[in-house]
């Protein structure tokens, strides 16, 4: 890259101010053709404002923005596109019953689209092919992966003659897998021209796919490094203002008796096939056990069915000596598991209500009367929401206008507040920053040496690794093994693609 290349995007002086938040503070970034830029930031820094300014969703309150040179006023994302800005969003915005191809050409004013559509299935094959983004661009959206589906989503913005592409968090729903698949397709790209902007938490990624670095603090621009001049830790210090450990210290500790018990438990899945075939296990007191495996091999029923958000076909499911099996997640909450849901947004959290209200969504019945005591909540949100670090918002703040970030922390202060005897965490940190990921590893640490049960659902290898203290890899439905959380990285990733292990502890 030379001193002459023209930047591909150039934002000066961006100013955005939401009610009571100034999300982006006189922000400068700049983006050159055939770069992978990273943003990186806490939770509410700024980094979807930023990007959501520059794909025309936001107008910004004052700054310049210049692609390619030239100055540019975006009314609308039609405008932004047109420019030759593209941008894959976390929650994707496909249509499921419709195909590759149809999903790719929708919006665009295409006249006579049966015509089209043949032209445009063999355009989404040839941008597959060169690309690297396999396909079959006449399979219906419902069929694929989730990294499938995110394929689609960037081959919607190349489609729309996008030179410029966002990528706003990416890897956070992604298996291990599809991320190397991803980054392999963005390095690609960017071969070919491209710029890239990738937003993410996970600093190993962005060591490994980043050409340059931007970071944001409380709206601002803290700093900007070159990758190959940083390092992971520099990084964290940068975005967070202090030392980050990497390490946990995890006490040993004689774990008590079972808290929960799960009997040879079966259930479908949403689309009426076998999810779980028969598993059984324990948690016990003062214990974390580990649930790894890849995405897909019935985690998500398994974490359903022990909150009473889906029905057994058979089996037993046992916490603290109460046959909960069939029983509704009133039940559950009743007898003191608590939730940490897979969807934060959809189940997790109710977006009108303001924090103190989703802080009150599962606790109003311990308050005796008929009349909340508002006023006690009130307080008592003011605690937790210090305690937890929730930023960016008052306690009148409808919950849809938190970061993404900072809804989790809601959600895990509302949880992990309400003394459970079991915990079911499902991804507990996934889209968290390191500092937030740092204090939600030592809450569930300090529930262990509480004595609380923990169950840890994640598919993040390294977490399920730090923090667990015997780990049971799921593979199509069974429990394949448990094994000691020292077991190597590579001998855990055999169980998971259905490799039996050798040396199993129960
Ligand atoms: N539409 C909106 N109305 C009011 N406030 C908003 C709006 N969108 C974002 N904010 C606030 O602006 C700040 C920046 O949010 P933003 O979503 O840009 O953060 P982020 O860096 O993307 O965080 P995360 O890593 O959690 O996704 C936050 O405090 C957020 O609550
Ligand atoms: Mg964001």
Redesign the pocket.
């Known amino acids: 890259m030379s001193e002459e290349t023209p930047f591909a995007v150039r934002m000066q002086g961006i100013v ?1 101010q ?4 100034l ?2 503070d006189h922000v400068d970034f700049d983006l050159r053709p055939g770069e992978i830029h990273a943003l990186l ?12 300014i520059l794909s025309g969703l ?1 107008a910004p309150n004052a700054g310049e923005i210049a692609i390619f040179g030239k100055p540019m006023r975006f009314r609308s994302p039609r405008d932004a596109i047109k420019a030759g800005i593209g941008m894959v969003h976390q929650h994707f915005m496909l249509i499921e019953s419709h195909s590759v191809t149809e999903n790719v050409i929708l919006g665009l004013a295409t006249p006579r689209f049966r015509l089209r559509i043949k032209q445009a299935g063999e355009t989404v094959a040839k941008l597959g092919e060169q690309y690297g983004l396999h396909i079959d661009p006449e399979t219906a959206i419902w069929q694929l992966s989730v990294g499938e589906q995110q394929r689609v989503e960037i081959i919607k913005a190349l489609y729309r003659g996008a030179k410029i592409l966002i990528l ?2 990416p890897t956070a729903v992604l298996t291990p897998q599809e991320a190397e698949e991803l980054f392999r397709i963005l390095k690609h790209m960017a071969g070919a021209g491209h710029a890239i902007i990738f ?1 993410s ?1 996970k600093l190993d990624e962005v060591m490994q796919i980043a050409d340059r670095i931007t970071v ?1 603090r409380k ?1 601002k621009v803290v700093g900007r490094r070159l990758a190959s001049e940083t390092n992971k830790k520099a990084l964290a210090r940068l975005m967070v203002g202090r030392e980050v450990l990497f390490h946990l210290e995890k006490a040993p500790i004689q774990p008590g008796k079972a808290v929960l018990k799960v009997e040879n438990l079966q259930a479908d899945n949403d689309k009426g096939l076998p999810a779980l075939k028969g598993i059984s296990f324990e948690v016990r007191e003062g214990e974390i056990l580990g649930i790894a495996g890849v995405a897909g091999n019935g985690q998500t029923e398994l974490g359903e069915l022990l909150t009473g958000l889906r029905s057994s076909k058979g089996g037993r499911i046992f916490v603290a000596g109460h046959d909960l099996t069939g029983k509704a997640p009133r039940d559950f909450i009743d007898t003191g598991v608590s939730n940490i849901p897979e969807s934060r947004v959809e189940d997790g959290s109710v977006g009108n209500l303001n924090l103190v209200e989703n802080l009150m969504l599962k606790g109003y019945r311990q308050t005796p009367g008929l009349f909340l005591d508002y006023r006690q909540w009130w307080q008592k949100s003011e605690k937790l929401v210090r305690a937890f670090d929730v ?3 008052s306690l009148r ?1 409808p919950a849809r ?8 922390k809601l959600i895990l202060a509302r949880e992990l507040s309400s003394q459970p005897r079991l915990t079911i965490a499902v991804h507990p940190t996934q ?3 390191i500092g937030a990921t740092e204090s939600v590893r030592k809450i569930l640490l300090q529930q262990r040496a509480e004595g609380k049960a923990i169950l840890l659902i994640s598919e993040d290898l390294e977490e399920v690794q730090a923090l667990s203290d015997r780990i049971a890899v799921m593979y199509e439905g069974t429990i394949i093994g448990i094994v000691p959380p020292e077991t190597p990285r590579e001998e855990i990733g055999l169980m998971m693609a259905g490799t039996p292990h050798k040396t199993e502890t129960q």
């Open positions: 955005k939401f009610p009571g938040v999300a982006n930031g806490e939770n509410g820094a700024g980094k979807s404002t930023l990007m959501n936001y706003d968090e937003i938490h944001l709206g930023q960016g918002a703040t206008l938190l970061s993404g970030g900072n809804l989790q889209g968290l920053d």
